[in-house]
């Protein structure tokens, strides 16, 4: 048992310069999903290094890290954890036959159309070359492309937030004005969330 005094009394000078400390830490913390995936090791290895060093720094993280490696050495007595909910599955690069899964990408997507694949979805990805948007077409065995409407789409870059688009009825996608860099693409399915981890965009 703890030898403080429970209950309200007013709060010490301590307490308020922990507070601040904890709340400017938080600033530039990793988000919980961050954490989750780096306990998950699902992480790019820069990414990981990244957290690695926050966490030598941040009491917060370090806490945060060990209550979740605490929780995934638990037997599962909850069902749902909540980050491992969610089963991920990452896509690889494929070499498609010419034209084969071209058919339905909106667009005139130019010659760096590349072609993902994860289990039974496959996932187009080009560039339009009028626009300069970034088009995908998602395409799961199985399921008709209206049953995709409305999934979330995410492009996250290195760093920043990740634009957000969503699946139509064709299982299309479009993010528009996307600048030249690496990012990482995330489409939610029925199934779970499918994962490109490396998409360049030129
Ligand atoms: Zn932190």
Same mark, same amino acid.
């Given at each position: 048992?703890?030898?403080?005094?429970?209950?309200?009394?007013?709060?010490?000078?301590?307490?308020?310069?922990?507070?601040?400390?904890?709340?400017?830490?938080?600033?530039?913390?990793?988000?919980?999903?961050? *954490?989750?995936?780096?306990?998950?090791?699902?992480?790019?290895?820069?990414?990981?290094? %990244?957290?690695?060093?926050?966490? !030598?720094?941040?009491?917060?993280?370090?806490?945060? $890290?060990?209550? $979740? %490696?605490?929780?995934?050495?638990?037997? #599962? $007595?909850?069902?749902?954890?909540?980050?491992?909910?969610?089963? %991920?599955? @990452?896509?690889?690069?494929?070499?498609?036959?010419?034209?084969?899964?071209?058919?339905?990408?909106?667009?005139?997507?130019?010659?760096?159309?590349?072609?993902?694949?994860?289990?039974?979805?496959? !996932?187009?990805?080009?560039?339009?070359?009028?626009?300069?948007?970034? /088009?995908? *077409?998602?395409?799961?065995?199985?399921? #008709?492309?209206?049953?995709?409407?409305?999934?979330?789409?995410? +492009?996250?870059?290195?760093?920043?937030?990740?634009? %957000? #688009?969503?699946?139509?009825?064709?299982?299309?996608?479009?993010?528009?004005?996307?600048?030249?860099?690496?990012?990482? $693409?995330?489409?939610? +399915?029925?199934?779970? @969330?499918?994962?490109?981890?490396? /998409?360049? !965009?030129?």
């Amino acid at each position: 048992m703890s030898m403080q005094a429970s209950g309200g009394g007013p709060w010490e000078p301590e307490d308020f310069e922990r507070e601040l400390r904890r709340s400017l830490y938080r600033f530039d913390c990793p988000d919980a999903q961050m *954490l989750g995936d780096y306990q998950l090791e699902l992480l790019e290895p820069e990414e990981r290094t %990244r957290i690695a060093a926050h966490a !030598v720094d941040c009491d917060e993280c370090r806490d945060e $890290l060990q209550t $979740l %490696r605490a929780f995934l050495a638990m037997p #599962t $007595l909850v069902a749902d954890p909540p980050f491992a909910a969610v089963r %991920r599955f @990452v896509a690889t690069l494929f070499t498609p036959t010419p034209g084969l899964a071209f058919g339905g990408l909106r667009g005139a997507a130019d010659s760096s159309t590349r072609v993902f694949e994860a289990h039974d979805v496959t !996932v187009s990805v080009g560039r339009a070359q009028t626009t300069g948007s970034l /088009l995908g *077409l998602v395409v799961a065995a199985g399921q #008709t492309p209206d049953s995709l409407e409305g999934h979330e789409v995410r +492009l996250s870059p290195r760093d920043g937030l990740p634009l %957000r #688009t969503q699946l139509d009825d064709l299982g299309n996608f479009e993010f528009n004005d996307v600048p030249a860099g690496d990012y990482a $693409l995330e489409i939610d +399915l029925p199934d779970g @969330v499918l994962v490109i981890e490396e /998409l360049r !965009v030129d």
